[in-house]
């Protein structure tokens, strides 16, 4: 039975969440000291990883690189590999690197014809032409490739598909990746239902548009897995600082939704500590005022909606309408 898009786009965000995270492991570093061992600690971990659990894109994208950078260390990794899920991983590399000949050589070697016809049908970007729009995997090769050379200019092509993003996209995007950073996937936090993803499902059409909602999530997994891993790379966190800094619309937009969620953080502790106050006469105006801020925050009300609720009730002491 096919899946309606509805269906199959919850699934790709659940599949892609583990994917765009980058596992912790040798290849997050592996530009700086290239260790011996990683790439076969890699294809290791991927030989024995649940299949279809997490997209190989990341993986993919370290391949196509090296494949690209080190004829020798591609022989070497090409050469004799056991699984056959590993030696579809290395053709999908392969043709992401742009090796046409070695391509058809693998394929021919392994009877993986027709998986390459596939590839070739599809018309996959190369490496070196993919700019992420509306497929989240492509911020993970690009991620991968970035591991295996240090590029910056990898992770700038991710970022820029903020530039060609409305207001509102954009920062919508930005608060989905403020949020899943903190709650994980779900948006949510222990204690409030989920609303956060059926919110933006609702405003971006997912049913209805889906490659608009694709969107969203390509901008907001971006967002989220670059700000994750810019705490423990530096080339990272400055590509990704520098970025914003020197965009002026999209600096303002992120200042604007880094108080929102700052904002937010706090309706979210005075709503929890007061809600469970029935003896408090100033409890019910304080938790109605804290709901409705935590509400428009999560329905993706404007970030100034959020402010106005606690503003306003700091002021007058009582909820707005």
Not at 91 to 111: I, N, W
Not at 118 to 128: H, V
Request: aromatic letters at 8%; one cysteine or more.
């Amino acid at each position: 039975m096919a899946k309606t898009p509805g269906v199959a786009i919850v699934l790709l965000l659940v599949q892609l969440w583990p994917a765009a995270a980058a596992a912790s492991n040798c290849m997050n570093d592996y530009y700086r000291t290239r260790p011996a061992d990683c790439v076969d600690s890699i294809l290791s971990q991927l030989r024995t990883a649940p299949k279809g659990k997490a997209d190989p894109s990341t993986v993919i994208g370290f391949l196509a690189q090296l494949f690209s950078a080190s004829p020798a260390e591609k022989q070497r990794i090409l050469a004799d590999e056991p699984s056959d899920y590993i030696r579809s991983v290395d053709l999908v590399a392969l043709h992401r690197a742009g090796l046409t000949e070695d391509s058809r050589k693998f394929a021919d070697k392994y009877q993986l014809s027709a998986l390459l016809q596939k590839l070739e049908a599809g018309r996959l970007a190369p490496l070196a032409m993919v700019r992420p729009s509306s497929t989240p995997a492509e911020n993970d090769l690009l991620i991968g490739a970035y591991m295996a050379s240090g590029d910056t200019a990898l992770i700038e092509r991710i970022l820029d598909n903020f530039s060609s993003a409305d207001d509102g996209m954009a920062g919508d995007a930005m608060r989905l990746g403020f949020t899943s950073s903190k709650f994980g996937p779900s948006y949510t936090p222990k204690g409030r239902d989920s609303v956060m993803g059926p919110a933006s499902c609702a405003k971006y059409q997912c049913k209805a548009d889906p490659a608009k909602y694709l969107r969203l999530l390509t901008l907001s997994t971006a967002f989220w897995a670059l700000q994750s891993l810019g705490q423990q790379d530096d080339g990272i966190r400055k590509t990704f600082a520098s970025f914003f800094e020197r965009d002026k619309r999209l600096k303002d937009l992120l200042a604007a939704e880094q108080a929102a969620f700052g904002n937010y953080m706090t309706a979210i502790v005075l709503f929890s500590t007061f809600k469970s106050d029935k003896a408090s006469g100033d409890a019910e105006p304080i938790n109605a005022a804290m709901n409705k801020a935590v509400s428009a925050y999560e329905t993706l009300e404007p970030p100034g909606k959020v402010f106005e609720h606690i503003e306003a009730f700091v002021k007058s002491g009582k909820p707005t309408k």
